[in-house]
Each structure stands twice: as C-alpha cells, then as structure tokens.
C-alpha cells in the first residue's frame, strides 16, 4: 500500500512539474484511455448514463449530509444550485413534453433535492452562506446559451419552443459548475464535503460525456443523425466534452490531495 502511494506521489509530482501544454495533452491521452477501458468493460453503454446519474445523485448525498449534520453552506455556490435548478427545470419540461422516460423521473428526483439545498443556503443557513465569494455573474452564462439555443438547436419534429428549450438546458448545464468553481478559487481552500461534491460532479460529466461518445462510436455515427441535422449533433458532443473538461483540473487536485493525505483541499491560482 505504501510503495503504491509513493509511486503515486512520484507522478503526481511528475505531473505537476509539466508545462500546461503537456498536461492538456496527458489530460486528453487518460481520457482516451478511460474511454478504451469502459468501451471493452462496460457492455450496454446505457448503463454509462445510469451510472452518470447515480453518481450525481452520490454527490447530492454528500450535500445533504453537510447541510443537515454539519449545519453549514460554507463553501457552497447558490448561483451553481440556481442554474442547476432552472437547466434541470427545463429538461424536465421538455423530458415530458417530448419524450417521457425514465430519465423524467431521476430529473425529477435530483430536481426535488436541488431546490432543497437552495432552500437550505437561502433560509436555515443564509449566515454562513458565502455571499461575497460567490460572485460569479451568471448571466455571462444564462445569455450566451440562451443566445446560442436561438442559433443551434435540434431539428428534429418537435415545437420549435420545445427544441430552443432542449439546447438551452444542454449548453446551460455544460457550464452551470462555473461559479462554484469561482468560489473555491476566490478561498483556495475547499472542505472535504464540498470537494466530495463537486468531484462526483466531474465523475458524473465524464460518464455522461462516455456514454455519448460510446454511443456515437457503436452506432457508426448513426446517432447523430438521429438527433437531427446541422451543427446541432456536434453541439450536443461539445457541450459534453466541454462539461468534463471544465471539471477535469479541480479533479486532478483533489485525487492529489487524497493521495497526500490531506483532510482539506488547498487550489493554487489559475485552476479555474
């Protein structure tokens, strides 16, 4: 056990001592790795996307603990909860109005919590609510996907409401995590349960993203043409890839930490 942390200690280290330009080109390699690996182990790639909302719903877990045990928000973004709630809102809607299913109801679920946890932040514990880190202006975010939902958006049958909709909670939930990550950058130091959070968050974005590539890859790309015609299927792809990459940094600290032995997650400048 200890040979094998201090060989991943040593490339850790190894690691951090690489220009950025290098550790984005190792980022993308594990990716491609990871994806190899749940291609031949994982034989529905279905389950990929179940597996992605099970590990959400782990994280929401973890929030719920800290919020009803620890009686603190510390450390927690309101903004990020608004603009999970109001994209999970939107597919919900669209999820009914277009094609019910099972996924209806674990957006209902995770829904429900959401709006719970904003109400634990907004009310029971609005004093230890970090306001003034958590400045992040989220229309910069709200307008351009709603902007870009305008523009690209499916071509598919449906209402022309309904598919505008549709793009705006899929480009809205690449970038909902944002201030989040702007508030544990504005402290530098995140708690364990909140680093629990936002970590399963990025292992979830990287299931769902897998799921999807996968499903491009086993259909021939036939699945592409099933979501419609245009930019849409590729904007579908990016907002995915763009989710998991957002998280990807902030994941590489906190495995880090865990492997240093650190209760605590200290982020130096420049990760988000």
């Not at 995915?240 to 930490?257: G, N």
């Amino acid at each position: 056990m200890r040979g094998s942390r201090r060989t991943m200690n040593v490339v850790v280290g190894w690691v951090k001592r690489q220009p950025p330009k290098v550790k984005a080109f190792l980022s993308v390699v594990a990716g491609m790795v990871a994806l190899v690996f749940l291609r031949f182990v994982v034989h529905d790639h279905d389950n990929l996307f179940v597996a992605a909302e099970a590990v959400h719903a782990l994280g929401i877990s973890v929030l719920i603990y800290k919020l009803t045990k620890e009686r603190t928000c510390a450390g927690l973004s309101l903004k990020s909860q608004d603009l999970t709630a109001l994209f999970l809102a939107v597919r919900l809607y669209c999820s009914v109005v277009m094609e019910y299913d099972i996924h209806t109801l674990l957006d209902s679920a995770t829904l429900l919590t959401t709006l719970w946890v904003i109400y634990m932040i907004r009310f029971k514990l609005k004093s230890s609510y970090m306001e003034d880190k958590d400045n992040f202006a989220i229309y910069y975010v709200v307008v351009p996907c709603a902007v870009l939902a305008l523009l690209i958006h499916p071509s598919t049958a449906h209402n022309i409401v309904n598919r505008i909709f549709w793009a705006f909670c899929v480009y809205l939930e690449a970038v909902s995590v944002l201030p989040q990550l702007r508030l544990m950058q504005n402290t530098k130091i995140v708690e364990p349960f909140t680093a629990h959070y936002v970590f399963a968050l990025g292992v979830a974005r990287f299931l769902s993203c897998a799921h999807w590539v996968l499903q491009v890859l086993d259909t021939g790309g036939r699945l592409l043409t099933a979501l419609g015609y245009g930019l849409w299927p590729s904007m579908v792809l990016l907002s995915e890839i763009v989710q998991t990459f957002i998280l990807a940094d902030f994941c590489y600290y906190y495995i880090k930490s865990l492997v240093g032995g650190q209760l605590v997650l200290r982020l130096p400048s420049g990760v988000v």
